[in-house]
């Protein structure tokens, strides 16, 4: 059962490169998340999706676009890289909006743009 | 003021000792609280829901007290595993979105 899985784990961009990140999850999940984790700053919600088809921002959307065109794919989009997206990026699923239900992470995408 | 704040620490214990993390959070409306761990590198993991009249789980003991705004985790005997950064997570009263703290980080020594 592989969970929730990002693609790519690694990545360096020139400002101004586009890029996307995948996100995968193999649970049936209704909820996906996208987070970016900075020192010293915890995780900060970007965009999240309640189901297929839908998106939302999140805490610190500005510079990023999300699709879900499928249930199983949240994709994270960043049209033109700036340093300040320097990051950890993780993705997270969870079974539906309830509070009491945990968030499943990815193992994290760590960005860094030169 | 953050939503979610944590002391970053690290606490520094010996093996076997107890080691308490507060946690305060603004939003009085918030529904449920988490904790979770998260190990160096790597993603963060549900560790323990947080309930009200406070709940136990092996060495591990949560504690929300809502009229101060803070949650509590206390671990007992702590073992070399136990190192990590440890995030308090508050759920807001919509139920649909996590706001994090910045983590305590825990360094269980020999």
């Known amino acids: 059962n592989a969970g929730v899985t990002q693609t790519p784990k690694f990545r360096v961009l020139k400002t101004g490169q586009s890029m996307t990140l995948l996100c995968a999850q193999d649970?049936?999940?209704?909820?996906m998340y996208w987070y970016r984790q900075d020192p010293g700053m915890g995780l900060r919600l970007i965009h999240y999706?309640?189901?297929?088809?839908?998106?939302a921002k999140g805490e610190v959307p500005d510079g990023y676009n999300v699709s879900r065109l499928k249930k199983q794919n949240f994709l994270l989009g960043l049209e033109s890289a700036a340093p300040s997206q320097t990051s950890v990026y993780f993705c997270?699923?969870?079974?539906?909006?309830?509070?009491?239900?945990?968030?499943?992470f990815g193992d994290g995408t760590r960005l860094s743009i030169l | 003021r953050k939503e979610v704040e944590q002391d970053p620490g690290p606490f520094n214990v010996p093996e076997g000792a107890t080691v308490a993390f507060n946690c305060t959070y603004s939003?009085?409306?918030?529904?449920?609280f988490f904790w979770y761990r998260q190990d160096c590198r790597k993603e963060p993991k549900l560790l323990m829901s947080?309930?009200?009249s406070g709940n136990e789980d092996g060495r591990f003991t949560a504690q929300l007290n809502r009229a101060s705004q803070y949650i509590s985790l206390l671990i007992r005997d702590s073992k070399l595993s136990d190192s990590a950064t440890y995030l308090c997570?508050?759920?807001?009263?919509?139920?649909?979105?996590?706001?994090f703290g910045g983590g305590t980080r825990l360094m269980v020594k020999p």
């Open positions: 997270a699923s969870s079974e539906d909006r309830k509070g009491n239900q945990p968030q499943h």
């Open positions: 649970m049936n999940h209704e909820y």
């Open positions: 999706s309640v189901g297929e088809g839908t998106t």
């Open positions: 939003n009085s409306a918030s529904q449920s």
């Open positions: 947080v309930y009200s």
């Open positions: 997570v508050v759920c807001n009263n919509a139920g649909n979105m996590l706001t």
